[in-house]
């Protein structure tokens, strides 16, 4: 069921294998819902992750840590040709097809030592 992490804390959670709940049995579209309503007397799910593990339907499953934070993602989009195509460096820009590349390295010298 695609339910999404609000609905453990929802009032209209139905806790039930075969229904989401009352207003989207099916679950609801996206990561978030507009009818979610808070259930004042659920346990706040704080589930224990150790660095490197995260939860996966219910289960720690243990993975190599990721080597970026959202957080750093984002910033990557700013900057890192993958995303502009551009060298940071010179902004020259490189090649159409820049999306299949994995070596970014730039005719001015700068190096992409992040991928
Ligand atoms: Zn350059």
């Not at 502009?84 to 090649?95: N, V």
């Amino acid at each position: 069921m695609p339910k999404i992490p609000d609905c453990d804390r929802c009032l209209l959670y139905a806790h039930n294998p075969h229904l989401v709940c009352a207003v989207h049995p099916a679950g609801p579209q996206g990561d978030s819902c507009l009818d979610f309503r808070e259930d004042p007397n659920a346990e706040p799910v704080e589930l224990w992750e150790p660095e490197g593990a995260s939860y996966y339907n219910g289960e720690l499953i243990v993975q190599p840590r990721q080597r970026w934070t959202p957080e750093e993602q984002l910033e990557l989009i700013d900057w890192h040709p993958m995303f502009t195509g551009k060298c940071p460096e010179c902004g020259a820009s490189f090649d159409r097809d820049y999306t299949a590349r994995v070596h970014w390295d730039c005719e001015c010298g700068w190096m992409d030592d992040t991928v």
